[in-house]
């Protein structure tokens, strides 16, 4: 087995295009939370 450090410095785009699209999909879950939010709650007038 061998150390090889830039393996490490390849593989930062794939690890930042993963966090990126976990950031992506709790963005949209988000998103969907605060509309079925506003469909959803009793308006008081």
């Not at 930062?12 to 976990?22: A, D, E, K, V």
């Amino acid at each position: 087995m061998t150390f090889n450090p830039w393996a490490f410095v390849d593989n930062l785009s794939y690890m930042g295009l993963g966090m990126l699209g976990i950031f992506v999909v709790i963005g949209v879950i988000i998103l969907v939370t605060m509309l079925l939010n506003s469909l959803t709650s009793k308006k008081d007038k």
